[in-house]
Structures are given as C-alpha cells and as structure tokens.
C-alpha cells in the first residue's frame, strides 16, 4: 500500500512537471513576438565622411555609402559613388549628410552661378564681340582663341601727329569660359520657331546663354587682371574685337606684326606716294 502511494506521488510530479514543459514551449512563441520591432525599411545613399568646401572637386575618400531609414532619406540623394565622385558641390557639404544630385555640378560646366566656375587667380569678364563664330553657334565653351583688335593710334611722327588704325593680336590662347548668345531677329512665323529652339539648345547647353537684349552676344574670358584691363582699354578708347578659333590642344605661341597701312603698303608693294 505504501509503495503504491509512492507511485502515485512520482507519477504525479512527473506530470506536473511536464504539464509544465508543454505551458512554457506554448508561450514562448507569443512573449518573444510581443517584444519584437518592428521592421524598419532603409535606403542606401552617398553621405559626406568628411566637411566638404564648395567649389572643389569630390573625391572618393570623401564619400561612403550608408543605409538610412526611408522616411529621413531626402528628395534627390545620391545612391551611387559615381554620381557625386569628381563633382563640384555649389554649397558646403558636412560629414554624414545625404548628398543631393541637385547641389553638384560637373566642375568644367559653367553655370548661372558663373562665380563657382572660376579659376584661381583670374577674373572672369564679359567681352562683347560680333564675331560670326559665335553668331553661326561655330564655337563652343572651353575652345581656345586668339583675341584681335584694331584701334586707333596717335602718331607721334616728326612730321607731325595724327591716328593711325593698328590691327594686333591683342591675347592669345585664351578658353572660352562662357558664351552669350543674343535673340536672333524675327523675320516670319518660321524664323519664330527657329528662335525658340535656339533659345531651348542654348539654355540646355552648359555654358551657353540667351540674352533677351539685342545686341548682347558676347564672350566670357577668365583672364588675369592686367589682361583685363588691356581689353577694357581697347573697348573703351572705340576698338574693336575679334575672335580666331585655334585647333584642340593648340598652345602654341606667336608674335605676329602688328598690321596698318605701312604694314600693308609694304607687303603688298603698295605706293602710298601716289
């Protein structure tokens, strides 16, 4: 009797303690899923690793790529490194800030916010000129040139003064910062449509724009300053100016005759004397 009592106590902790097991493994499952977070979607986009100036080229060791949530990614992030690498930035970037397709440029590319396209050392001016290369959409932003002028000289001879127009080659080798193209004149309804989509390709063309003034063609030139101020002279006493498109990768140098009637007199056997 009494060892059948012991049974019966075993038995029923045995049960109890697997009854016990079963109650565990059944809500085990259902705490676990009651502390789990929610899942939060991400994003990978470009950040700045470092401060970044504007106006400077970006380089790849100043980039990485991290995962931010959607919600706190903004409009326009860059998401791969050759969007941004070799880029210039037009505002100042910050160490672990999205970067944003719309605040780069490509550092060769001049835009409205001509300031950030200048070089080092130079001043950018604007030099109006007639020429037909411009007129006739011949020549293009970062091509190279030659400026001419020809503007009258007094003469200082011992026969007496007077001028004397004097044609030279006033700088040489000059880049094509930038254009300005003015409206071309309105003849029909065919030269009205013929103007629009000149002003459409100059304005989506880097570098080139339309000026809504007659008469505004002109070139941008980043020169030093002296050179711009042997432009503004020549502009000033009346000259005018020129432009020869030289061949890519042309950096030659010259020092042609400054050309006038003696010059033409004499190469051309000319008798003044007449």
Same mark, same amino acid.
């Given at each position: 009797?009494?060892?059948?009592?012991?049974?019966?106590?075993?038995?029923?902790?045995?049960?109890?303690?697997?009854a016990?097991?079963?109650?565990?493994s059944?809500?085990?499952?259902?705490?676990?899923?009651?502390?789990?977070?929610?899942?939060?979607?991400?994003?990978?986009?470009?950040?700045?690793?470092?401060?970044i100036?504007?106006?400077?080229?970006i380089?790849?060791?100043?980039?990485?790529?991290?995962d931010?949530?959607?919600?706190?990614?903004?409009?326009?992030?860059?998401?791969?490194?050759?969007?941004?690498?070799?880029k210039?930035?037009?505002?100042?970037?910050?160490?672990?800030?999205?970067?944003?397709?719309?605040?780069l440029?490509?550092?060769?590319?001049?835009t409205?916010?001509?300031?950030?396209?200048v070089?080092?050392?130079?001043?950018?001016?604007? %030099?109006? *000129? #007639?020429?037909? /290369?411009?007129?006739? @959409?011949?020549?293009?932003? +970062?091509?190279?040139? !030659? =400026?001419l002028?020809?503007?009258?000289?007094q003469?200082t001879?011992?026969?007496?003064?007077?001028?004397?127009?004097?044609?030279?080659?006033?700088?040489?080798?000059?880049?094509?910062?930038?254009?300005?193209?003015?409206?071309a004149p309105?003849?029909?309804?065919k030269s009205a449509?013929?103007?629009?989509d000149?002003?459409v390709?100059?304005?989506?063309?880097?570098?080139?724009?339309?000026?809504?003034?007659?008469?505004?063609?002109?070139?941008?030139?980043? %020169?030093? *300053? #002296?050179?711009a /101020?042997?432009?503004? @002279?020549?502009?000033?006493? +009346?000259?005018s100016? !020129? =432009?020869?498109?030289?061949?890519?990768?042309?950096?030659?140098?010259?020092?042609?005759?400054?050309?006038?009637?003696?010059?033409?007199?004499?190469?051309?056997?000319?008798?003044l004397?007449?």
């Amino acid at each position: 009797m009494r060892v059948s009592g012991l049974l019966w106590w075993i038995g029923a902790f045995v049960s109890a303690g697997l009854a016990g097991l079963l109650t565990f493994s059944l809500l085990r499952p259902v705490a676990s899923s009651a502390i789990t977070l929610p899942t939060v979607i991400t994003r990978p986009v470009v950040v700045a690793s470092v401060n970044i100036p504007f106006r400077r080229s970006i380089s790849a060791a100043e980039l990485v790529i991290r995962d931010l949530p959607v919600d706190a990614v903004p409009e326009g992030a860059a998401v791969s490194l050759d969007q941004v690498e070799g880029k210039m930035s037009t505002v100042d970037l910050f160490a672990n800030a999205p970067i944003l397709v719309q605040q780069l440029a490509m550092p060769d590319i001049v835009t409205q916010q001509v300031a950030l396209s200048v070089p080092r050392s130079k001043v950018v001016m604007v %030099v109006p *000129t #007639q020429s037909k /290369l411009i007129s006739n @959409h011949l020549i293009r932003p +970062g091509d190279h040139v !030659d =400026l001419l002028a020809t503007v009258d000289m007094q003469a200082t001879g011992a026969e007496g003064g007077g001028t004397q127009a004097e044609s030279v080659a006033l700088l040489q080798n000059l880049e094509i910062h930038a254009i300005i193209l003015a409206p071309a004149p309105l003849a029909d309804d065919k030269s009205a449509t013929e103007a629009v989509d000149t002003t459409v390709q100059a304005r989506e063309e880097g570098g080139v724009f339309h000026s809504s003034e007659a008469g505004a063609q002109a070139i941008l030139l980043a %020169v030093d *300053t #002296q050179d711009a /101020l042997t432009i503004l @002279h020549v502009q000033n006493v +009346g000259g005018s100016l !020129d =432009l020869v498109l030289r061949a890519p990768k042309d950096d030659s140098a010259s020092a042609p005759v400054p050309v006038d009637q003696l010059y033409l007199a004499n190469r051309y056997k000319i008798n003044l004397a007449r």
